[in-house]
């Protein structure tokens, strides 16, 4: 069994996490990237890679003062753009990069936050999420970090935000 290493995003990375999502059809630029390391060299963010045999297979970001008002208001970091290719996923992966980023976390708060889409498309993170502990925040589907109310109409989209919390124990 190939081991797995775990590690930050570095200056040489963007290029090739943007060729191997493109390889699956993925349209992420390396100037997503590219734009996530001032923010890890100021603190703002964390960016966590997954390599295997050397070569990439997924990331995660943790944004320690998140976007969504409900986890910046109490302190609650959030993990965010978590994905791993679509050849890698069921291979614990991506239950790697989230011990990473919870054992991270928990140095500075009792809880992790994080936020998923409702299409089938997000269907692997919800179930990973669901069986790592993680419960709804309590402020139901959100739209652009708001709360939607009843008869509020919607297009389905990625803005489309089902937030989560789990408290992290030692």
């Not at 269907?123 to 925040?137: H, N, S, T, W």
Request: charged share 25%; hydrophobic share 40%; glycine share 8%.
């Amino acid at each position: 069994m190939a081991s797995i290493h775990i590690r930050n995003l570095q200056e040489i990375d963007p290029p090739n996490i943007s060729k191997a999502f493109h390889a699956q059809g993925w349209k992420k630029r390396a100037a997503q990237f590219e734009a996530y390391l001032p923010e890890v060299s100021s603190g703002e963010r964390d960016v966590i890679l997954a390599k295997k045999e050397g070569k990439f297979c997924g990331f995660l970001t943790i944004k320690w003062v998140s976007p969504y008002a409900h986890f910046r208001e109490r302190g609650i970091p959030e993990i965010k753009n978590f994905n791993v290719l679509k050849k890698y996923q069921r291979q614990g992966i991506g239950s790697l990069l989230m011990d990473e980023a919870e054992r991270r976390i928990q140095a500075v708060s009792s809880f992790a936050g994080i936020g998923f889409g409702i299409t089938p498309d997000y269907g692997p993170a919800q179930i990973l999420y669901v069986k790592r502990g993680y419960i709804p925040d309590g402020n139901g589907l959100t739209k652009d970090g708001k709360s939607l109310n009843y008869l509020d109409e919607v297009v389905i989209h990625d803005d489309l935000v089902l937030y989560l919390i789990k408290e992290l124990t030692l």
